[in-house]
């Protein structure tokens, strides 16, 4: 069950007809930042365009400044071996894919099989789209299977009440060096005054990541805000 607040709760739609979800970042620096961020590639722009229009849960899609950013990320970190926890509509896989050497790899999870069927048909769409696996069911028990430290990035877009426990399994799989970036930790502003389980969840693995010497950390008001965190040498 998606446990998000509801859409009709916080989005609008722009004089640009580009959807605002969050008001923690002001709306319009949102704007702002999405006008002078590259567009991206034709398929990614009909893949936000279908998830704003025919998904109820538009406020899940990364969209262009977060998948511009991943995509970013996975470039100056030159990872080939990423996760992807959290698939929805394939939009921050394939932003990642588009950006990964012949020989990269990204294993994208879904427990959905309506979303997953969806990710997929995008993907086989992709020229990028073969170097993604997509694999359906419980984030937790697919992040239990894979092996230690062999993955050079994580990002972690699904259930929040999880959160912490994904990223115990994904500090074992990261390598030393790793990067992880957890999506929605500001969680709609409501990690400030957490008073239901996912936010109190959200607010909860902050401390925990920043708490964590294992961790270089840093949190990023991008869009929902995302962690940032490099898994230290032991
Ligand atoms: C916020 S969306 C992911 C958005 C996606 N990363 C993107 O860029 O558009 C979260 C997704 O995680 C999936 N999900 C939630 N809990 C899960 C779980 N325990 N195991 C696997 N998938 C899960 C949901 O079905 C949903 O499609």
Redesign the pocket.
Known sequence: M?S?PKDSEKQAQNSKGIYCFMDVVAREAEEYARDHTSPMPSLLEEIERF?LTATP?PS???GRV??RFLHLIVQLCGARRIV??????????L?MAEALSDDGQILT????PH?AKIAQGFFDRSPAGGKITLRR????EILQSLPDAETDLV?M???KI?YAAYYRESMRILRTGGLMLA??VLWYGRIFHAGDDDSRAVADFNDMVNGDRRAEKLFLTIRDGIYLIRKRAA
Not at 109 to 112: G, H, L, P, T, V
Not at 137 to 140: C, K, L, Q
Request: proline share 0%; glycine share 12%.
């Open positions: 998606n998000e998830s849960y899940m899609l990364t977060e998948g992807d926890i959290g698939t929805f509509t394939g939009y921050s896989a932003a999870i879904e427990r959905d979303f069911g419980e984030a937790m990002f877009d699904a259930d999880e999506d929605n």
